[in-house]
């Protein structure tokens, strides 16, 4: 999981997308929390546009908790990209899906 906090601008969207960049492993899925950003300026669009192409290019699932200014742009612009209510949400989600997995590797197994 990663946490930004306070603002997202347009002169530290670079710097966030590098940061995240870290984080983002293969097989790990992925909770953007963005819950506590006070301000989301258009141009931090480039940065859950990132946090898309690196998981996709890392074959991961990637969750976004949005505050208020977060969720606003994104509705003006219509972009659509993973949700999650809050953090535990997210977390739960992503569970479920490594239990469902798990329970099909025998399954898969079996039939090779």
């Known amino acids: 999981m990663v946490s930004i906090t306070g603002d997202v601008t347009d002169a530290n969207v670079d ?6 960049r870290h984080y983002i492993l293969t ?3 992925i909770v ?4 506590d950003v006070r301000s989301f300026a258009a141009d931090g ?3 859950l546009e990132a946090v898309d ?8 699932e990637w ?12 509705r003006l612009r ?16 992503f569970s479920d899906v490594m239990s469902e ?12």
Do not use: F
Not at 32 to 35: A, H, P, R
Not at 53 to 60: G, L, Q, W
Not at 102 to 108: A, G, H, N
């Open 27 to 29: 097989e790990k899925p």
């Open 78 to 93: 219509g972009d659509l990209v993973p949700t999650a209510e809050s953090v535990p949400a997210a977390l739960h989600h």
């Open 101 to 112: 997995r798990r329970q099909l590797l025998p399954i898969l197994g079996k039939s090779a």
């Open 45 to 47: 669009i480039a940065l």
């Open 15 to 20: 710097a966030l997308i590098e940061r995240v």
């Open 53 to 60: 192409d690196m998981c996709d290019e890392a074959a991961v």
């Open 63 to 74: 969750s976004l908790v949005a505050s208020q200014p977060v969720s606003r742009v994104l």
């Open 32 to 35: 953007l929390d963005l819950g």
